[in-house]
């Protein structure tokens, strides 16, 4: 079985994003161990050194850490980093663009801000 990735983007990207989901959905609880590299090559069907590019993205974010000779585990408190890190990612991809276009549109502020509540009912 294999997961489709998304060919726009690097899939060691698409690796790290994977596993914060697990972690923001409670599939991965703090302190739990992640699946093994070669586990991470075989479900998604690529080469265990992009799943490790993938995985060591996280450790370098201290949202994994590795216990030598057992493997990868969820750091504690790092859903509230992962939150806070998408927060500013969600700000800069889609706030900021959203703005400048209503902007260009000469959509004012409350305008903006009316069709942000629609769009939430519906």
Same mark, same amino acid.
């Given at each position: 079985?294999?997961?489709?990735?998304?060919?726009?983007?690097?899939?060691?990207?698409?690796?790290? $994003?994977?596993?914060?989901?697990?972690?923001?959905?409670?599939?991965?609880? $703090?302190?739990?161990?992640?699946?093994?590299?070669?586990?991470?090559?075989?479900?998604?069907?690529?080469?265990?050194?992009?799943?490790?590019?993938?995985?060591?993205?996280?450790?370098?974010?201290?949202?994994?850490?590795?216990?030598?000779?057992?493997?990868?585990?969820?750091?504690?408190?790092?859903?509230?980093?992962?939150?806070?890190?998408?927060? $500013?990612?969600?700000?800069?991809?889609?706030?900021?663009?959203?703005?400048?276009?209503?902007?260009?549109?000469?959509?004012?502020?409350?305008?903006?801000?009316?069709?942000?509540?629609?769009?939430?009912?519906?």
């Amino acid at each position: 079985m294999s997961f489709p990735m998304d060919d726009s983007r690097p899939i060691f990207v698409q690796i790290a $994003e994977r596993v914060e989901n697990d972690i923001l959905e409670g599939i991965l609880p $703090e302190e739990s161990q992640v699946p093994s590299i070669n586990q991470f090559a075989a479900f998604y069907q690529i080469n265990p050194a992009t799943a490790l590019k993938g995985i060591n993205l996280l450790v370098d974010q201290g949202i994994l850490y590795k216990k030598r000779g057992i493997g990868m585990f969820v750091a504690t408190g790092v859903r509230e980093i992962i939150v806070s890190k998408r927060k $500013e990612q969600f700000y800069e991809q889609y706030v900021v663009s959203m703005v400048k276009e209503a902007h260009k549109l000469g959509i004012t502020a409350e305008q903006l801000t009316d069709m942000i509540k629609r769009g939430a009912k519906e």
